[in-house]
């Protein structure tokens, strides 16, 4: 009894284990993908008011490298979020236009921006995640509806990877402490659930070496055992009787010789 108290304890503590390590992963993995949407959303409205204003500005016959107010505008708009590394306006051919990191105005943009851009298609925001190029855009379109060129906000991938990694240590260590409490009451039930059948086998024990059906079945009476104990003493009784059967043939058979 002593051995089975400890594996069904260790079987409730794994299974209390099991279930708080999925809770705690499918949390983490949760708010990954909330963060994401809503990281993506945040940069996308901030690209849509500079596709707005610019549009705007196309609409009175101005080109897309004529905008002269434009430069200062993402400055300002990049100084209201600190979660923005820079912010690229290119052409549909990659070539940049205007930037807030002026060390980026001699080279082109990033071949993955362009294949992202031309994968989203019109009026989608595209996402590009890496840890050197990170950004979410999307396209620049004139009054007819056509394509003049894109907008890229670039955010740092290694700052959102690192708040990622703060919240997971804290979801562990909240996890942990729920599995150490729940493994706990989980074993202490465990352990008096264990008590109270092992307290019920010994008494049904002490009736059946006793010799008593009467007393059996008193000891069993609306125990965890019962029912087997009923079936037992059934049996007990049905062999008694076909013996006492047998012993009458064999007297009245031995007579008759």
């Not at 400890?6 to 503590?13: K, N």
């Not at 690209?47 to 430069?71: C, K």
């Amino acid at each position: 009894m002593e051995t089975t108290r400890r594996r069904m304890i260790l079987v409730a503590v794994l299974v209390a284990g099991f279930a708080v390590g999925m809770a705690g992963l499918l949390n983490y993995f949760k708010y990954r993908a909330v963060a994401e949407r809503i990281l993506t959303e945040r940069l996308a409205f901030t690209g849509q008011q500079i596709e707005h204003s610019i549009r705007a500005s196309l609409a009175l016959g101005l080109q897309l490298s004529e905008l002269g107010t434009l430069p200062g505008t993402l400055q300002r708009l990049r100084a209201t979020d600190d979660l923005l590394v820079g912010i690229d306006i290119f052409d549909t051919e990659g070539h940049p236009l205007y930037t807030t990191d002026q060390l980026r105005a001699a080279r082109p943009v990033p071949r993955a921006w362009i294949e992202a851009a031309q994968r989203a298609g019109a009026n989608e925001e595209w996402v590009v995640r890496d840890d050197g190029e990170a950004a979410v855009g999307m396209d620049i379109q004139n009054e007819f509806g056509l394509t003049v060129g894109h907008v890229a906000l670039r955010y740092s991938e290694a700052r959102v990877r690192d708040a990622a990694l703060s919240v997971g240590r804290q979801i562990a260590l909240t996890t942990l402490v729920v599995f150490v409490l729940a493994a706990g009451a989980a074993s202490l039930a465990m352990l008096a659930v264990m008590n109270a059948l092992a307290g019920h086998a010994r008494k049904l024990e002490d009736a059946l070496r006793s010799g008593d059906p009467a007393r059996a079945a008193a000891a069993g009476r609306g125990g965890p055992f019962a029912q087997a104990l009923r079936r037992f003493i059934e049996t007990v009784r049905s062999a008694e009787e076909q013996i006492t059967e047998l012993r009458g043939q064999l007297v009245r058979g031995g007579r008759e010789r």
